[in-house]
Structures are given as C-alpha cells and as structure tokens.
C-alpha cells in the first residue's frame, strides 16, 4: 500500500503544477497588461500596476480594509521547576554515619514515614536520659503522694511535704525535656521506647506527604545535624512553570493572566496562571522571569522540561489586519501587499507589520481603511509579476 502511495503522489504535484502553469501563462498572455509606467523604475510603493483580466479574477481573493479587535497573544518560552511553596528539604537534626537507606527517588512518602536510619550515639544517650527521667518522675510522684498523705496524718513536718513537691517538679521538667530532645531526633512516641529493644539507630521521618524528588545521601555517609539535606521532598500535583518575557513584551503581561502551555512530549494543553513577575531582568538575557503555576494531572509535568507558553495579553482595538496569506516579502525581505489601484488593477505597497496572532498578521503602517488588498492569491499574482518581468 506504501508503494503505491509514493507513486501515486508525484501524479498530484505534478497536475498541481501544469493548473498553475496554464494559469501564469494564461496572464502572461496579451490578456494581462501592465500599466503605463511599466517602463520607468519602480520602489515597492511605486510599483508598475498589473490588469487582471476577469476571468482570471476568480484565481485572486480581494478583500476591503476593515479595523478589527485582534486579541494579543504572547508565544513565551520556559521551563517546569518544582512548586517552591510545596517542596520541603529534608534536614537531619541527628549526626552520625547513615545506616539504611529505605526510599529512592520517585516513591512517594507520606508524613511521618521513615526515610532513612542513622547510626547515633547521641541517640542512644538521649534514649538512656529519657528512661531515666520517666523512672525518677514516677518516683518522684510516688513520694510526693506518700508525703501528702503523711502530712495529713500529722506524721511529718510540713517542709518534708515541700521538698516532695519539689522533687516532682523537677523529675517533671526533666521527663519533659529528655521528651523534646528525642521529639527533635524525630521520635514521635517516646514510650514506645519503653516496650522496644535497645537500639542505636535513629530513623529520620518525612516531614510532609510527597514525592522524593533528591536523595542526597548514600549509606555510610556521616551527617550532621541541622545542616546535611538528605532528601528533598515535593507535591507535585502542581508545578511552576518559569517563562522568559522580552523588554517589548513587559507591557502586556500582568498577575493573574491565563496561560495555555504546551510540550513536544503530549499533545494536551496544559492551563495556568501567572502568579509572580520579577522585579528586575536578567542581565545576560535581558529578558524578565514570569512565574506560572499550573496544575500537573498524572506528574506528566517534569522538572526542566521545555514548553511554550502562550499567554492571553489583552486586545489591539481598531487594528488593521491581513491574512498571513496577503502579505509577501521581496527579494530583500521587506514585506509588501498587493493593493488594488482600479476594479482589477493590483500594484506592489510596502506595508509595516505588527504582531502576528491567529493566522493574522497586523498591520502598523501603509494600509488604512477602505483599501481593497488581495488576500488569497497575492502569491499566484507575485508569480505573474515576475514572469511580466
């Protein structure tokens, strides 16, 4: 079946190209003209005018100048990077050497879960502390009780009942302190120690619900507390998107601007929002970062991942556009049109171009209203006024 397709196609092109022939040579023919100052140089503006004949005008679109509403659209590169406000590191606050390990990057945590274990001897002498200090304040508290009831009794003297109540104060404060250090280390019941084996390895929990986007430890690594990151930790769910906003551009973007961003890698459309503008621009790029934040169904939204973002960036109002079709360029790339002189007399009119936007190019200068302009078929009149020459 391939086969036959490749050779049927060559068929099409080629009855394409005799139609367009027959035509060229058709207005090549006597039938059409050029204008009497077809002999003197010309400038794009003042260009030899070309008479189409009426039964050629049926090759050629013409169409009458009117102002219009174009709703500007701004095509912007960027990046994905992670949502900074739902991305967390995790940090140890325990030192010693790591370990096991018992995640890898791209599982997912949930809050509390154990990341990894350290190797402690701070661990085992916090652990030690708080076991005796649970022993001293029951102890304390058993002699407080027993004083209390003595005291009632008349059998001691009331300062033996203040020194008991001292000693329970601070066997409390000691148990309450020696509950914190290990709450640090991340030891989140205590008591359990009680019923559990000695151990001198401290797990290091997952500070919030996520997914483990960095490990930046490996086992038998000594860590530090309060300064080694050992994970990094993200939702997902939605992400940033960083875009690069030109010094031309800065205008028409504002906060709160949606923002449609697409990637070679799915044929959806993703939607969002700017968010943040910066301040300044970057020096080297001269360019200004918009942050967007957009949702991230399925984490098809990588970190770094290359996109386009288009951004909705209000109206031109009483704008003159062209279909991109009608406007051509010419051997020194500068853009004309082919406006029209009489009924069926076209010449060359160097325009001005604005933003393009939706299959329409705008048009700044060298166009006004009311003036008729080939739209479809400016190409097929380029070629006739080139063979004429």
Not at 282 to 292: E, F, G, I, N
Request: charged letters at 15%.
């Amino acid at each position: 079946m391939n086969v036959r397709k490749n050779r049927r196609q060559p068929l099409g092109v080629l009855a394409a190209v005799s139609a367009i022939t027959f035509v060229l040579a058709s207005c090549h023919g006597s039938e059409f003209k050029a204008g009497a100052n077809s002999d003197k140089p010309s400038s794009s503006n003042n260009a030899e005018l070309f008479t189409i004949p009426p039964d050629q005008m049926s090759h050629v679109q013409v169409f009458t100048v009117q102002p219009t509403t174009l709703t500007r659209s701004l095509r912007l590169t960027g990046a994905v990077a992670y949502n900074s406000f739902r991305t967390t590191p995790v940090i140890t606050q325990v030192s010693g050497p790591v370990s096991r390990i018992v995640v890898v990057p791209g599982q997912k945590v949930h809050q509390g879960e154990p990341m990894l274990y350290v190797a402690s001897p701070d661990y085992s002498q916090l652990r030690s502390n708080y076991l005796k200090a649970k022993a001293a304040y029951a102890l304390a508290q058993k002699a407080f009780v027993r004083a209390q009831d003595l005291y009632q009794h008349h059998a001691i003297a009331e300062q033996n009942l203040e020194q008991a109540q001292s000693a329970e104060v601070q066997a409390s404060g000691d148990l309450v302190a020696a509950q914190s250090a290990l709450k640090v280390m991340g030891v989140a019941d205590p008591d359990a120690l009680i019923q559990g084996p000695p151990s001198f390895e401290v797990p290091l929990r997952a500070p919030v619900s996520g997914l483990v986007v960095e490990q930046d430890v490996s086992a038998g690594q000594l860590i530090q507390p309060g300064t080694t990151q050992c994970f990094m930790i993200s939702d997902i769910s939605t992400v940033w998107v960083l875009v690069n906003v030109y010094q031309k551009d800065l205008p028409y973007v504002r906060v709160g601007d949606q923002v449609t961003i697409q990637t070679d890698t799915y044929p959806e459309v993703f939607r969002g929002r700017i968010s943040y503008v910066a301040a300044s621009l970057d020096p080297s790029t001269r360019t200004l970062q918009a942050r967007v934040e957009t949702n991230n169904p399925g984490d098809r939204l990588k970190k770094d991942m290359y996109v386009v973002a288009t951004v909705n960036a209000g109206t031109i109002p009483n704008a003159i556009a062209l279909p991109d079709a009608a406007v051509l360029r010419d051997s020194e790339n500068q853009p004309f049109v082919y406006a029209a002189a009489s009924a069926n007399q076209f010449g060359r009119r160097s325009v001005t171009l604005g933003e393009s936007l939706n299959g329409k190019t705008e048009i700044t200068s060298g166009l006004k209203a009311g003036d008729r302009v080939i739209g479809d078929g400016s190409l097929f009149l380029q070629f006739a006024n080139s063979l004429q020459r």
